[in-house]
């Protein structure tokens, strides 16, 4: 069994499509991880180290696929992400830790809130596209739990699920920094030079181009510096009409106007 690795889910040419995009970064700032990924789709050759079918296709196959690793240490990684650095130290947290996740965003939000265990705020959902965890007993259990919940319970959505079960869980695991799982990309904007080492993006907006029927159609984004023209936009438009003066009250008039 090889002792660390990456691995992605996808389904449909789409996201197939997004999935290489995000391969080629790694292997461009990572050469020599390995890089498996679950589909049922035609992918590139030689892009890849191993390709597994689907056992489970469907809403959020990758509960399957990640209990199906073939690595000691896995690095799970949603389909709309690029990774823009090295991450090759990342993988020694789990000297440590059972598995390690960043905070999601929105915490102020009902959304991110959702459970059906309250938690503190200090304890909002963690985001389940960057995915770090051990080949170990204990953590596949964890992770087939969490299976069996989401498809019992009917849920849209995985996160939920996975904060209350963490927050009920004995397992020992790390909050990564930012910079592993970075959503909001005006935080480029607003780190100093000494501040990060810049290393997996995820953001929706490469997906974009796609039709989610809730939303228009936009051009296919590619470079981070799309990405980050897109994210300036869209925030100023999060703060429109919201009175700027007081750096912090502003963020609960902006709650308040919903």
Not at 192 to 219: C, F, N, Q, T
Request: hydrophobic share 45%.
């Amino acid at each position: 069994m090889a002792t660390s690795g990456v691995i992605y889910v996808a389904s449909g040419a789409d996201y197939v499509d997004l999935a290489c995009a995000s391969a080629q970064g790694l292997r461009r700032h990572q050469p020599g991880l390995p890089v498996d990924i679950f589909t049922d789709d035609p992918v590139p050759a030689g892009l890849f180290d191993r390709i597994h079918p689907l056992s489970r296709p469907g809403p959020r196959a990758k509960l399957t696929a990640m209990q199906e690793t073939r690595f000691e240490r896995t690095l799970f990684l949603d389909a709309d992400t690029l990774v823009v650095g090295p991450i090759g130290d990342l993988f020694d947290v789990l000297e440590r830790f059972d598995c390690a996740l960043a905070h999601d965003m929105r915490r102020a939000s009902a959304l991110i809130r959702e459970g059906a265990v309250a938690t503190p705020y200090a304890f909002p959902q963690l985001n389940s596209g960057v995915f770090l965890y051990r080949r170990s007993a204990a953590m596949l259990a964890f992770l087939a739990e969490w299976e069996r919940r989401f498809h019992a319970t009917g849920a849209r959505r995985d996160q939920p699920i996975l904060k209350d079960m963490l927050w009920e869980s004995d397992l020992r695991f790390y909050v990564l920094p930012p910079e592993f799982n970075l959503r909001r990309l005006t935080l480029l904007d607003a780190w100093e030079p000494w501040d990060v080492r810049p290393a997996i993006i995820h953001s929706h907006r490469l997906m974009d181009h796609m039709d989610a029927g809730y939303r228009p159609k936009g051009p296919r984004l590619r470079a981070v510096a799309e990405l980050v023209a897109a994210e300036r936009e869209a925030l100023a438009g999060e703060w429109q009409g919201v009175d700027e003066t007081d750096p912090v009250a502003r963020f609960a008039v902006a709650q308040e106007r919903g």
